[in-house]
């Protein structure tokens, strides 16, 4: 957790216990303005700076799918403004976490899968073209066999009439 993050949740715990719930509800509301406005401040860096802000997704087991923005040069220690705010609430019961958890698991194995029957497929498109191909040649055999037949059986008819014609001719 960022330090503004956790500073903040330890501020509203600290209200949580000393205020009545209605001040602790218009103090929650002032700091998720507060928050609102250190998100809109940190984008207008980054909309100066030329930089794009980028939506995270935590796919730790302590805050699945629980989004954040965080530094783009958070990688470089050097560049890094150490800026980090989650942008989802905490999810309240660890049955959903290990849902989300679970789902996420579940939706790697499906990013898997459908990268070998991708494979699959296209190694498959690639065998029905050569069939095709080779249906084609073959076709093509054929269509040539039964030309090549037909020249035979007209030259042969030919050799036949003038067989005949000679034959009239003699007799």
């Known amino acids: 957790m960022g330090g503004s993050s956790y500073i903040a949740v330890c501020g509203a715990a600290l209200l949580w216990m000393v205020l009545a719930q209605s001040e602790v509800q218009e103090v929650c509301d002032m700091m998720k303005q507060a928050l609102t406005s250190a998100v809109l401040s940190y984008r207008n860096r980054l909309y100066k700076s030329g930089e794009q802000e980028k939506m995270w997704s935590s796919s730790t087991e302590k805050n699945p799918g629980r989004r954040f923005?965080?530094?783009?040069?958070?990688?470089?220690?050097?560049?890094?403004?150490?800026?980090?705010?989650?942008?989802?609430?905490?999810?309240?019961?660890?049955?959903?976490?290990?849902?989300?958890?679970?789902?996420?698991?579940?939706?790697?194995?499906?990013?898997?899968?459908?990268?070998?029957?991708?494979?699959?497929?296209?190694?498959?498109?690639?065998?029905?073209?050569?069939?095709?191909?080779?249906?084609?040649?073959?076709?093509?055999?054929?269509?040539?066999?039964?030309?090549?037949?037909?020249?035979?059986?007209?030259?042969?008819?030919?050799?036949?009439?003038?067989?005949i014609f000679i034959w009239f001719l003699m007799v």
């Open 69 to 163: 923005i965080r530094c783009p040069n958070s990688l470089d220690p050097s560049k890094d403004c150490e800026f980090f705010v989650w942008m989802d609430e905490d999810l309240p019961f660890q049955w959903y976490k290990n849902k989300v958890v679970e789902l996420h698991k579940e939706n790697i194995d499906l990013y898997k899968d459908n990268m070998i029957l991708s494979k699959e497929n296209r190694e498959l498109e690639m065998e029905n073209k050569d069939m095709q191909k080779k249906l084609m040649n073959l076709e093509l055999f054929e269509k040539k066999k039964r030309t090549d037949l037909f020249k035979v059986k007209v030259m042969l008819f030919s050799i036949l009439l003038v067989f």
